[in-house]
């Protein structure tokens, strides 16, 4: 959508204001296109890591593996919520899981981890 669609659909008052703001300070060309649809990944991605105990865990087993008994004490937190989190983690494939025995051990995928930020790179254009 262009700048000057969406400037149609603004009240007269909003609208004059605008248009007064861009001649004085020539900010925008009023038919560059406005891209605001984000790859659906991204969002998931940034979701997923905005929760502070799941990117706690990202961390902390970005060079080791561990249980989820260890990671609860580390974090502080009951081993069925970090098992909770560490289930969203492997559905994005962000953590590598191993067992042995009883025992599940974790530890982050950072390949993966470094294929979302890629496609955060990519969808804002940051060059790095």
Same mark, same amino acid.
């Given at each position: 959508?262009?700048?000057? =669609?969406?400037?149609?659909?603004?009240?007269?008052?909003?609208?004059?204001?605008?248009?007064?703001?861009?001649?004085?300070?020539?900010?925008?060309?009023?038919?560059? =296109?406005?891209?605001?649809?984000?790859?659906?990944?991204?969002?998931?991605?940034?979701?997923?890591?905005?929760?502070?105990?799941?990117?706690?865990?990202?961390?902390?087993?970005?060079?080791?593996?561990?249980?989820?008994?260890?990671?609860?004490?580390?974090?502080?937190?009951?081993?069925?919520?970090?098992?909770?989190?560490?289930?969203?983690?492997? =559905?994005?494939?962000?953590?590598?899981?191993?067992?042995?025995?009883?025992?599940?051990?974790?530890?982050?995928?950072?390949?993966?981890?470094?294929?979302?930020?890629?496609?955060?790179? =990519?969808?804002?254009?940051?060059?790095?």
């Amino acid at each position: 959508m262009k700048i000057s =669609e969406l400037m149609a659909k603004l009240k007269e008052r909003q609208r004059r204001t605008v248009q007064s703001c861009l001649k004085q300070c020539g900010i925008m060309d009023l038919e560059e =296109e406005v891209d605001y649809e984000v790859n659906k990944e991204v969002i998931r991605f940034l979701k997923l890591i905005s929760n502070p105990i799941r990117i706690s865990i990202l961390k902390m087993l970005r060079n080791k593996w561990m249980c989820v008994c260890l990671i609860s004490q580390a974090l502080e937190q009951d081993q069925t919520l970090i098992s909770h989190h560490l289930r969203s983690l492997r =559905e994005m494939n962000l953590v590598f899981e191993r067992r042995e025995g009883k025992l599940k051990f974790y530890r982050t995928n950072l390949e993966e981890f470094k294929k979302y930020l890629k496609l955060i790179n =990519e969808e804002f254009e940051i060059e790095a």
